[in-house]
């Protein structure tokens, strides 16, 4: 056969354009015109990558052979075949990809597979510079780059994987946040810490305000015991003056009935006399009663005189408007107070609204923020803010309000204390009137006006003693707590203002005699020592059972309500500091508490998103909704359970009680989320397991390639750094696969003396075989597969490994390239020999040999025309191609 | 992967007699490699259950000529951890 090599320029690699059709010949030719380049493309052509172990050389075939057309002819059946080759095709290719397919085919001018070529014609090239240790490690290295493909393929998949997987796995990674356990441990552990802190600082507080109020108490009842002395002598006072007063009345009175005894008067006018004389002192104490209520009123609300409907409307009025004012200041001075309120307004409008909108997103603050969550938070901060106590200026705000509701309840009550005064003024005037008219009718004398005038001084004397006896009575009941029994506050209103003649019976003296207070004012004492201070009370009691004046038993009872006092003051700073104390215990409690919760809530936060992202149903998780079920089934969470954390997302408080269901269920739903997150990142880690020994193989393979040949030692990978990464597998499996090699029949025959054992050890690159001729053990290193017997035993061995080529197409044809060390080592003959008789018509149809060139070109093809070879120079590019002589 | 792509791989694996004999060596080492990651590592699966998914996945990169389908493979592996025993 005869292969042409043609292009239309003179750009692309160097090749040679002609092979001749001989059955055997030898082309001696310079070095670099592209011999060997022609024997690789028609292995090319054949089907086979010659470049597999060769990136370098690759890279260059593909980006400079260009346009190329191999043209073949002298087939035995007559065929043409042209082979149109573009390397700028291959660009982006795999090597083995373009080895398949490298370009356009044609039979007889007519578009062929390259299968039918391939069925025509076959053509190997056995390089001569190659010994053992190269074809070893060239098969390595076709392997490594195997295994490199592998890596990349795999690579691909597992990013492919990883991205999907990932997209997928966005929402539930998170919740991977390790140590829920323990965090929920905490939890409870600070929730049950806060709980305790809570209820000691309530204890305290209670206690606390016990002992202030207990304080108060006795210091009221110290300061109630200063002043009452002082008060008893007002009131013996003022009770003298009004006896003194009262019998002044009676004195005039009587001297009036005389003078009315002296006159002529009917009998029924003597009767009705009578019954005004004995009325009028009840009159009069009925009067003073109303007045004294009046002048309190007055002296409440600074009036020095009755006040006008008109001007008790302004005061009312303004003590609204001062009122409103002062609601306003404290609502902006008492921030916690304010917030207080709108957040109770506000928690209460988001705890009334529907479960599922309970569950929407209300705010975004950092994060979307849900109606239950805010809720939640208005709870914990409105807890935080009972503590927070009033401020000095609010305390006293609260205290003036109340002072003006007090004036403007008074301010109401006016009118009706008014009316009943001028009812009870009536009654007495009315009396008088009536009884100055009898008396009158029936003696007009000067002496009984005279009379009459000192017996209405004696009254307004009376009813000025009385208001001053009711003042004095007043200031001590008051004292001694009894203010209500007095009628004097507002709203407090008295029912004597009807002054029904037949039931104006006082059941009460509204007076009382120096002697009836004093022995009240004794029982408030006895009273009193029933709850003074444990401490106090056996002093107390001594002075009470005493016989000495009340002035002095009181004066006893003060000092030693004293001594009370200043234990209960001792007793209360402790109590206050043992409050501040627990406060501020609760106050860590309470933010170790927060903390903890946090941990949960981020926690459960991230929970709740897996579940509804596993949930959803047009979600990435829709398509394995079954099988999600089925692992959250296998982890005990059931399909109600796992809608209802859906429908209501897990809450820290949740997880207080571990027999709660709710508790149960989120750790199912937690346990199932991180395995579902797992697998799918098993998968990935998985795939990328498999990558990566790809990776390692082919790196290790491509570096112990380079072992076994100097030629292939380009190597980037640190040999014993290799050896260290890879296993005992990868080691053991190259052993395998060389020994294999070395174990071909035609190897064995050739180079091991027909042993039926050779084996590869990995440690020292070294073969070993028993010739079975006399049972030897040999052993030999690779590299000494390289002298010229063992390279051309070698030749014949790989000529041998070819012979079934034949079976598959009609023509093979092998290049022997690169034995110019043959003729060197005057080994060529022999080989030629070998060939004549051994190889052409059994292993190979044609066998060109290629050698360097051994002188000028015009003597090698003069020195072959001499032999009768009938050379054929081809200059340029300068070879000669010299048949063999058996043609 | 393009469908280029695909037959080139597919072309080189045809062109490696080493192919079948590289997978096995794979796997073992991949075995290996996963063996002792159990021992190291803190995974919520169990060994079993790992070294099942890793076969699988296996299997699922040596069969070439199909395409690897992310969905069908989570979805078995999904089930096989809920009805591992």
Not at chain 1, 133 to 157: K, N, P, Q, V, Y
Not at chain 1, 459 to 482: C, D, H, P
Not at chain 1, 693 to 706: K, R
Request: proline share 3%.
């Amino acid at each position: 056969m005869r292969f042409q090599f043609s292009r239309s320029g003179d750009d692309g690699l160097p090749v040679i354009p002609v092979v001749p059709d001989h059955r055997l010949s030898t082309i001696e030719g310079r070095n670099g015109i592209g011999k060997t380049l022609a024997a690789r493309i028609l292995e090319f052509v054949s089907g086979e990558q010659p470049f597999t172990a060769l990136p370098k050389a690759w890279e260059s075939f593909c980006n400079d052979l260009g346009l190329l057309t191999v043209t073949i002819d002298g087939l035995p059946g007559g065929e043409i075949v042209r082979c149109e080759l573009d390397s700028s095709n291959w660009r982006g290719r795999s090597e083995a990809d373009c080895a398949v397919n490298p370009g356009d085919a044609f039979i007889n001018e007519k578009a062929a597979a390259w299968e039918a070529v391939r069925g025509l014609v076959q053509v190997r090239r056995i390089a001569g510079d190659e010994g053992l240790g190269e074809t070893l490690a060239r098969t390595l290295r076709e392997t490594s780059f195997f295994a490199r493909d592998r890596d990349r393929e795999t690579s691909a998949i597992v990013d492919e994987l990883g991205a999907q997987l990932g997209e997928l796995t966005d929402d539930i990674v998170s919740v991977r946040v390790g140590g829920h356990v323990e965090d929920i441990d905490q939890y409870r552990l600070a929730s049950r810490e806060l709980d305790a802190a809570t209820t000691k600082a309530d204890d305290a507080a209670s206690a606390q305000e016990r002992a202030v109020a207990r304080l108060e108490e006795h210091k009221a009842i110290a300061a109630t015991l200063t002043v009452l002395p002082e008060l008893l002598l007002e009131h013996s006072a003022a009770s003298v003056a009004y006896a003194k007063a009262e019998a002044s009345v009676r004195a005039a009175d009587r001297k009036l009935t005389d003078f009315g005894r002296q006159q002529v008067v009917n009998a029924e006018n003597e009767a009705r006399i009578n019954w005004l004389v004995s009325r009028l002192p009840s009159r009069m104490r009925l009067l003073a009663n109303t007045r004294v209520e009046e002048q309190a009123a007055h002296a409440f609300l600074k009036a020095e005189a009755r006040l006008s409907d008109a001007e008790r409307r302004r005061r009312t009025q303004e003590a609204d408007r001062e009122i409103s004012k002062l609601d306003e200041e404290n609502k902006s001075g008492y921030l916690a107070g304010t917030i207080r309120e709108a957040q109770q307004n506000i928690e209460g409008e988001l705890r009334a609204m529907p479960k599922a909108a309970q569950q929407e997103r209300i705010a975004t603050i950092g994060r979307d923020i849900r109606v239950f969550e805010l809720a939640d938070g208005i709870a914990a901060r409105r807890k935080q803010l009972e503590g927070v106590p009033k401020p000095d200026e609010v305390a006293e705000r609260e205290r003036a309000i109340e002072r003006l509701r007090n004036e403007r309840a008074r301010l109401g009550a006016l009118p009706d204390i008014y009316r009943r005064t001028d009812q009870k003024q009536k009654l007495v005037d009315d009396g008088l009137s009536e009884l100055i008219d009898l008396r009158g009718a029936a003696d007009e004398g000067q002496a009984f006006l005279d009379a009459n005038e000192r017996a209405t001084a004696a009254r307004t004397e009376m009813l000025s003693a009385t208001v001053a006896l009711r003042e004095r009575q007043a200031a001590i009941e008051t004292a001694i707590g009894l203010e209500a029994d007095l009628g004097l506050g507002p709203g407090s209103s008295r029912t004597d203002d009807d002054d029904d003649e037949a039931s104006d019976s006082p059941e009460t003296p509204l007076l009382l005699t120096a002697d009836q207070m004093a022995e009240r004012v004794s029982a408030w004492v006895s009273r009193t020592g029933d709850n003074i201070d444990q401490r106090a009370s056996r002093a107390w009691a001594d002075a009470v059972k005493g016989s000495a004046p009340l002035a002095a038993r009181i004066k006893k009872c003060e000092s030693a309500i004293v001594k009370a006092v200043a234990n209960l003051s001792a007793e209360a700073a402790v109590a206050d500091a043992e409050r501040s104390a627990s406060d501020e215990a609760l106050e860590a409690r309470a933010a170790a508490q927060d903390r903890a919760e946090d941990a949960v809530a981020t926690w459960l936060d991230r929970l709740g998103d897996a579940v509804r992202s596993l949930h959803h149903e047009a979600g990435p998780w829709a398509p394995y909704r079954a099988a999600v079920d089925r692992v959250l089934n296998r982890v005990g969470l059931r399909g109600d359970a796992f809608a209802d954390l859906v429908e209501s997302p897990p809450r820290p408080a949740d997880l207080l009680r571990e027999d709660d269901p709710r508790c149960v269920a989120i750790l199912a739903a937690t346990q199932g989320v991180e395995a579902i997150e797992e697998i799918a990142g098993e998968i990935e880690a998985a795939a990328a397991r498999v990558r990566d020994q790809w990776s390692n193989t082919a790196n290790y393979l491509y570096q112990f390639s380079g072992e076994l040949s100097t030629r292939y030692d380009d190597s980037p990978f640190d040999a014993k750094s290799m050896r260290a990464a890879t296993g005992v597998h990868l080691t053991k499996w190259a052993e395998r696969t060389i020994t294999a090699l070395l174990s071909s029949p035609e190897l064995r025959a050739e180079l091991f003396n027909g042993s039926e054992l050779v084996t590869f050890n990995m440690s020292d690159l070294t073969v070993s075989w028993t010739e079975s001729a006399t049972n030897r053990k040999r052993r030999r290193p690779i590299e000494a597969f390289s002298s010229g017997e063992q390279v051309f035993a070698y030749t014949k061995a790989k000529l041998e490994l070819l012979r079934e080529l034949r079976h598959g197409t009609t023509q093979v044809v092998v290049f022997l390239d690169e034995f110019g060390a043959f003729v060197a080592r005057d080994r060529f003959a022999q080989l030629v020999t070998y060939i004549e008789h051994d190889a052409l018509g059994t292993i190979a149809d044609q066998i060109v040999v290629t050698v360097p060139l051994s002188g000028s070109l015009e003597q090698v093809r003069d020195g072959a025309t001499l032999a009768n070879l009938k050379p054929e120079l081809f200059d340029p590019p300068g070879y000669v191609v010299i048949p063999a002589r058996t043609e | 992967m393009t469908d280029e792509a695909d037959n080139a791989a597919a072309s080189a694996v045809s062109r490696s007699k080493y192919a079948d004999s590289l997978d096995e060596l794979i796997e073992s080492m991949v075995e290996v490699e996963l063996d002792a990651l159990q021992v190291a590592d803190k995974s919520a699966l169990d060994a079993e259950y790992r070294n099942q998914l890793q076969r699988r996945v296996i299997a699922a990169l040596r069969a070439r000529d199909q395409q690897l389908d992310p969905k069908v493979l989570l979805t078995s592996a999904l089930e096989l951890w809920a009805e591992r025993p």
